[in-house]
C-alpha cells in the first residue's frame, strides 16, 4: 500500500466521527495557544528591556563608592574627566527627598540632583522649556526640571514653566519638563523632580555625591575607560574602592532571566499539550477498540503489520498537527488581545515553530501505544470481535 493510500485511510477514519475528532483536537489547540501566547508575554518584556536600555545607551557606566571612608565629590569627578581620554562626559547625581507642594497640593516625589549633562547622558529631551545651564549649577540656582508624571498629577498637564514649587518650602522656579519616558527597573524619572546638584548638596549639608553616570566615547570604548577609572581610585583609597557596572553587563544579566522568564512560562503553557497529548492517545484507543474488525479484515486481505501501525500514527499525528494549525491562529490572536489589555507582548516565528513542531511530536508519541496495539491484532480474533 502507498503513503498516499495510508493518509487517504487515516483521513477516511477520523473524519467517520468529526465531533469526537474535534474534541480531541482541542486539548491540542489549546496547549499550542497557551504556549504561543504566554512566550509572547515573556518576549514582549525581554524586547522591552532591551529597548529601554538601548534608549539610554550601552556605553554608560554607573560608579558607586565601596568604602565608607572613601568619599565621591565634584572635584574628583572633574578630575576624572582629564584623566580618562575615552570618557565623554560624567554625571554626578545626589538623592534628595521632601515634600513638595504647589497652590495647596502636596506630595512626595524623588528629587534628585544633576549637572546640566543629564539629556546628553540620559539620552533625554525636553517636552516644554529647557534644562538649567552650567552657571545655574555653579551659583546654585534655586530651578527644577520635572518629569512628565509629576506635571500631570500637579498641574493636570498644563504647563508649568515660569511657576514655583515648593520642596521643603524652599521655593523653585519651574524651567522646563521631560519627556515621558515611562518607568523601568524601579527608576521613574516621570516621577522624579531634578535640581541643581549644588542645591541639593547644600540642602543635605554634605559634598558627598551618590553615584556618578560615566558615558565612553563608544560602546567598544567602555571597558578602557572602566579599567581606568577602577586604577584612578585603587591608587587613591585601595583596592575595591569603587564598584562600577555598565548598562551592557546588566542588559546581559536582565536578558538572562527575562529568557528564563520566557522558559518557565512556556514549560507551563506545555503541560497542557502534554493534557491534550494523553487525550489523544485516550481517543485513539478508543478507536483501536471500535475498529477491531476492520483492521481484521485489512489484515485478512493481506495488510502488514507495519501499515496497520503507520495508519493509526497517521491518524494522530494529523489530529495534532490540525490541532497545532488552529493553536497557532488562535495563539497569535490571543497575543494581540493582552497586547491590547495590557503588557506588550511578540510573537516570535520559533515560538510558533516550536509549539507546532511539539503538537506534532505529541501526535507521534501519545500515538504509538494505540497504533502498536492494532498493529499486533490477530486477524482471527480481530473477526471474531463483535
Request: proline share 3%.
Amino acid at each position: 500500500m502507498k503513503l498516499s493510500d495510508l493518509f487517504g485511510v487515516s483521513l477516511r477514519g477520523l473524519t467517520t466521527n468529526k465531533l469526537r475528532s474535534a474534541l480531541t483536537m482541542l486539548g491540542v489547540i489549546i496547549g499550542v495557544a497557551s504556549v504561543i501566547a504566554l512566550v509572547s508575554v515573556g518576549e514582549g518584556a525581554r524586547r522591552e528591556v532591551i529597548e529601554n536600555f538601548e534608549s539610554i545607551g550601552t556605553n554608560i557606566l554607573r560608579l558607586y563608592m565601596n568604602r565608607w571612608d572613601a568619599r565621591l565629590t565634584l572635584d574628583q569627578i572633574d578630575e576624572l574627566k582629564q584623566r580618562v581620554p575615552d570618557l565623554e562626559s560624567v554625571l554626578p547625581q545626589a538623592w534628595w527627598g521632601g515634600r513638595v507642594t504647589y497652590e495647596g497640593k502636596e506630595g512626595y516625589w524623588s528629587v534628585q540632583g544633576v549637572t546640566e549633562n543629564f539629556p546628553n547622558v540620559r539620552s533625554h529631551d525636553v517636552y516644554t522649556g529647557r534644562f538649567f545651564t552650567a552657571v545655574e549649577v555653579e551659583i546654585a540656582r534655586p530651578v527644577a526640571v520635572i518629569g512628565w508624571q509629576v506635571m500631570q498629577d500637579l498641574f493636570a498637564g498644563r504647563d508649568p514653566v515660569g511657576k514655583y514649587i515648593y520642596v521643603d518650602q524652599e521655593p523653585f522656579e519651574i524651567v522646563g519638563v521631560l519627556d515621558e519616558k515611562g518607568q523601568y527597573l524601579g527608576e521613574g524619572v516621570d516621577y522624579t523632580i531634578h535640581v541643581p546638584i549644588t542645591v541639593a548638596m547644600r540642602r543635605r549639608g554634605t559634598d558627598k555625591v551618590d553615584e556618578v553616570l560615566l558615558k565612553a566615547r563608544s560602546k567598544d570604548t567602555v571597558e578602557a575607560v572602566q579599567l581606568t577609572v577602577e586604577r584612578i581610585f585603587e591608587a587613591r583609597y585601595g583596592p575595591d574602592s569603587v564598584w562600577i557596572w555598565t548598562q551592557q553587563s546588566m542588559l546581559d544579566q536582565l536578558q538572562e532571566s527575562t529568557r528564563a522568564m520566557t522558559l518557565m512560562l512556556g514549560a507551563i503553557a506545555g503541560v497542557s499539550l502534554l493534557v491534550g497529548g494523553i487525550g489523544v492517545m485516550n481517543i485513539m484507543l478508543v478507536a483501536v477498540t471500535e475498529r477491531t474488525r476492520e483492521i481484521g479484515l485489512r489484515k485478512a486481505l493481506g495488510a502488514r503489520q507495519s501499515q496497520v501501525l503507520l495508519q493509526f500514527l497517521f491518524e494522530s499525528a494529523f489530529l495534532c498537527s490540525l490541532g497545532g494549525i488552529a493553536g497557532v491562529l488562535l495563539g497569535i490572536g490571543g497575543s494581540r488581545l493582552v497586547a491590547r489589555l495590557g503588557p506588550r507582548t511578540a510573537v516570535s516565528p520559533v515560538s510558533i515553530g516550536i509549539a507546532f513542531g511539539f503538537a506534532v511530536l505529541v501526535g507521534f508519541i501519545f500515538g504509538i501505544y494505540p497504533a502498536m496495539r492494532a498493529a499486533k491484532l490477530q486477524p482471527v480474533e480481530a473477526l471474531r470481535s463483535d
